[in-house]
C-alpha cells in the first residue's frame, strides 16, 4: 500500500474516532454500562447488549437489555441435573432446528412455582416450557412498570418504535456439545485460548423465540451466545470495531432507506460477519493506517455471502443465518446495492446521516465536544434508564473491592448514592414503639436520605423534603423545596435518549455550562445537571401522607416540579398561612397551564395531559383540601380518565364528591 493510501487511512481513522468514538471513550462507555448491569441487578441478573453496550454510539445506536431469570436452570442432560432449587428444565434438540431447542420440565427436579403452570404446556407426552406463553407471562407484569414497553418483538418486550427492547432469558452453567467444535477449531490468531477458556467457562443462554415457520416454533427457545459475543467484541481493537460500526451505519443509513431492503440484513449478521473474518485474518491486518482496504474487505466479504445465500453461524455452523432469507428479486437489489457500495469505496457514506461530511470535515473539524462531556452525557443516558433499588450493600462491595479507577469509583458512587432513595422500614422496627427507638429510627432514615442527595442535582433533595414534611417538620422542608425550585431555569435543554426509558434534562444552571463541563471532573457535570424522576413506595419513611393509598407495588414515579409546588403547598396549609398556600397553589397551577399549548389537536391534548398526569392529581387534592370542590372534581375526572392502570386513587376521590 502507498504511503498516500496510508495517509488517507489514518485522516478516516481519526475521522471515525471523532465520529463513533476513540479508544478511550469506547473503554469508558463500556465501563459505564458494566457498572450500570451489576447496579440494577436486583432480581434479575442483567446484561446490557446493543451497539451502545458494546461501546458505541451513533444515530440509531441501540441498548438491548437481557435478563437472566434467577428461578430457572437448563440442562444438556440428566447427569448435569444437581440443583433442588428453582425450576430444573432438560433441553430437547431431537427434532428442533440448528441453534434450536425444546425445554422439558422436570417436575421431580427442583421446585415448581405457581407460576410456571401458566407458561408450560402438554406436547407428546412432554410438558414443555412455551418461549411464547414465557414472554406473555413477563409481558403482563412488566407493563405495570413500564407501560410503554407493550409490544412483543422476536424474543423481546418492546415499545412501539421498537427502540428499546428487555429480553428475559435462562441460563445452563455449562458449554453445550452443539457448539464444543468451536472451542478447537482451525484459526489465526483470534479469539486467543485465554479468552475461549473465559468464554466456555460462561455456559450459554436461551431466549423465547422458535425457529420462524416451525410448526412448533412457540414452544422452542433460541440457543444465545450473546455473552460470548459481547467478550468477543471487547477483544476487538479498535479498528476492527471501527469496521463493525461501519457496517452497521451502511445498513441503517444506506442499505435499510431503500424500499424493499428493510429488515433483510440485521446487526446480528454484520457481527457473524466481523467474526468469521476476524478469525481468517492476522491481527497485524488491523491497523488505523490500514482501515479503508479492512472495511473494503469486509464489505466484500457480506457482498461474497449475500451472492451465495451462505453466513454460517459462528458456534453452531450448522445453522445458515442466511438459509431461505431472500428471494430472487430483493436478493438481486440488494447484490446490485452491494456491489455499486463496494465500487464506490468509503465515499458510498456520502448519503449517510453520520459519514455524511466526510472528507471536508476531517480537514476542517467543527469544535467537538470533549471526552468528558461526552462520558458525562453517557452516565446520564444510562443513570436513567434504571435505578439501584435496594443494592446498597452490593454496590458498596465494588466500590471497595473491584473499582480500580476513578471513573468506575465515581459511577458506583452515583448509584450508591441513588440507592438511598429507596431505602424502607428498619426489620423489626415496626414493634418497638418506645421514643427512643422512634428517634433511632428517624436518625437512621435520615443518614440514608442525606447520603441519597448526592445521586443529582434534585431528586435527591426533594426525597428528603418529603421525609421532613412526612414527619411534620414543614419549615425544613419548606427550605428545601426553595432550594429544588431554584435550581430550575427557563433555560433547559434535552440529551437526545434513544435508549433509556424516562426522560433525561440537563439544566443549565448557569450560562457558562460548558465552561463547568470543561473544568470540572465527570462525575460532578452528571450530579449538577441531571434531574432524575421521584420513586416511593408505601413503605417508604418519605412518603407523604396525602400519597400513601397510592404509592403501592410497583413503585409511583413522580416529576420533581410539581412535586415540590405540592409539598410547599401542604407545609404552608399545615401551618396555617393562607396565603402562602394559596400562591402555591396558584404556582402548580401555572405550572400545568405553562405546559398545556391550548392550540393543540385534542389528540395531542390528550397526549399531553398524560405527562401531567400527577400534575393534575396534585392540584385535585390541593383543590379539595382549599375547599374547591367543583375544581377538585374536574381534575380527578380528568386523573381518573389518563389513570388507565389505576395507579392512583382518583376514580375513589372523585366518587366521595359527587
Given at each position: ?16 474516532c ?5 479508544e ?10 458494566t ?10 441478573p ?18 438491548d ?41 422436570l417436575p ?16 407428546n407426552?412432554k ?50 456439545s ?30 423465547p ?15 444465545s ?25 451502511l ?11 428493510k ?16 478469525e481468517?485474518?492476522?491481527?497485524s ?68 446521516v ?22 458525562a ?6 443513570f ?18 473491584h ?18 432513595h ?13 421514643n ?10 435520615l ?8 445521586s ?22 419548606l ?8 435550581k430550575?431555569?427557563?433555560k ?58 397510592d ?88 386523573v ?19
Open positions: 500500500m502507498s504511503k498516500s493510501d496510508r495517509i488517507k487511512s489514518l485522516k478516516f481513522y481519526a475521522y471515525l471523532q465520529k463513533v468514538g476513540s478511550e471513550i469506547v473503554k469508558s462507555r463500556r465501563l459505564i454500562y457498572i450500570g448491569d451489576i447496579a440494577m441487578d436486583n432480581n434479575y442483567r446484561i446490557s447488549s446493543g451497539s451502545k453496550g458494546e461501546g458505541l454510539n451513533f444515530k440509531g445506536s441501540d441498548t437489555v437481557m435478563f437472566i431469570e434467577p428461578d430457572f436452570r437448563v440442562y444438556e442432560s440428566m447427569s448435569d441435573v444437581t440443583d433442588r432449587w428453582g425450576v430444573a428444565l432438560l433441553m430437547d434438540t431431537d427434532e428442533t432446528p440448528p441453534c434450536f431447542t425444546y425445554l422439558n420440565m421431580k427436579y427442583g421446585v415448581s412455582f405457581v407460576f410456571t403452570e401458566q407458561m408450560r404446556e402438554q406436547r407426552g410438558m414443555l416450557l412455551s418461549s411464547e406463553l414465557f414472554k406473555i407471562h413477563h409481558l403482563r407484569h412488566l407493563v405495570l412498570t413500564k407501560p410503554m414497553l407493550n409490544n412483543i418483538h422476536g424474543p423481546c418486550i418492546s415499545d412501539d418504535l421498537e427502540q428499546n427492547d428487555i429480553a428475559y432469558c435462562i441460563k445452563c452453567d455449562k458449554w453445550i452443539q457448539a464444543q467444535p468451536w472451542i478447537s477449531r482451525p484459526r489465526t490468531e483470534w479469539p486467543p485460548p485465554d479468552l475461549i477458556s473465559q468464554i466456555i467457562s460462561l455456559g450459554v443462554l436461551f431466549v423465540i422458535g425457529c420462524k415457520g416451525s410448526i412448533n416454533e412457540n414452544f422452542e427457545w433460541r440457543i451466545f450473546s455473552v460470548a459475543e459481547k467478550m468477543l467484541i471487547f477483544s476487538f481493537c479498535h479498528t476492527q470495531l471501527l469496521c463493525y460500526a461501519l457496517l452497521k451505519i445498513l441503517k443509513e444506506i442499505i435499510e432507506k431503500l424500499p424493499g431492503l429488515g433483510l440484513l440485521c446487526s446480528y449478521f454484520l457481527k457473524t460477519l466481523m467474526f468469521w473474518i476476524s481468517e485474518l492476522d491481527l491486518v488491523w491497523r488505523p493506517d490500514n482501515i479503508i482496504p479492512c472495511f473494503i474487505a469486509c464489505l466484500q466479504k457480506l457482498l461474497y455471502c449475500v451472492e451465495y445465500s451462505t453466513l454460517l453461524h459462528y458456534f453452531i455452523p450448522n445453522n445458515n443465518l442466511f438459509y431461505s432469507r431472500f428471494d430472487i428479486s430483493n436478493k438481486r437489489k440488494l447484490v446490485g446495492l452491494l456491489r455499486n457500495l463496494y465500487q464506490q469505496g468509503i465515499q458510498c457514506f456520502s448519503s449517510s453520520t459519514l455524511h461530511d466526510y472528507p471536508i470535515s476531517s480537514c476542517n473539524m467543527r469544535r467537538q465536544l470533549s471526552p468528558k462531556t461526552i462520558l452525557q453517557e452516565t446520564i443516558h444510562l436513567s434508564s434504571g435505578r439501584a433499588i435496594g443494592n446498597i450493600n452490593r454496590l458498596m462491595k465494588n466500590i471497595l473491592h473499582s480500580k479507577s476513578c471513573l468506575s469509583r465515581s459511577i458506583f458512587n452515583l448509584f450508591f448514592a441513588d440507592a438511598h429507596f431505602v424502607s422500614e428498619i426489620p423489626n422496627m415496626h414493634c418497638r414503639s418506645t427512643k427507638q422512634k428517634y433511632f429510627k428517624y436518625k437512621h432514615y443518614s440514608q436520605l442525606l447520603i441519597g442527595v448526592n443529582d442535582a434534585i431528586s435527591g433533595w426533594l426525597v428528603l423534603a418529603t421525609f421532613f414534611y412526612s414527619h411534620k417538620h414543614y419549615l425544613e422542608a427550605i428545601i423545596t426553595e432550594h429544588v425550585l431554584s430550575f431555569t427557563d433547559t435543554f434535552l440529551v437526545p435518549v434513544e435508549t433509556s426509558f424516562e426522560i433525561v434534562v440537563f439544566h443549565e444552571l448557569h450560562d457558562n455550562v460548558m465552561e463547568l463541563m470543561k473544568h470540572e471532573k465527570t462525575i460532578t457535570i452528571v450530579k449538577a445537571l441531571t434531574n432524575l424522576d421521584i420513586n416511593l413506595d408505601s413503605k417508604s419513611l418519605a412518603i407523604l401522607p396525602e400519597l400513601q393509598q404509592a403501592q407495588d410497583p413503585f409511583m414515579v413522580y416529576t420533581c416540579k410539581p412535586m415540590a409546588h405540592f409539598i410547599r403547598f401542604l407545609s404552608y396549609y399545615y401551618l396555617e398561612n393562607v396565603d402562602s398556600y394559596e400562591n402555591a397553589f396558584m404556582r402548580l397551577l401555572r405550572e400545568f397551564i405553562d405546559n398545556m399549548n391550548y392550540k393543540q389537536t385534542v389528540s395531542e391534548r390528550k397526549a399531553k395531559m398524560l405527562k401531567l398526569f400527577h400534575t393534575m392529581y396534585f392540584l385535585g387534592i390541593s383543590a379539595q383540601m382549599m375547599g374547591k370542590l367543583d375544581l377538585a372534581k374536574k381534575f380527578f375526572r380528568n381518573a380518565i389518563c389513570d388507565i392502570f389505576n395507579l392512583t386513587s382518583a376514580a375513589s376521590r372523585l366518587s366521595k364528591l359527587i
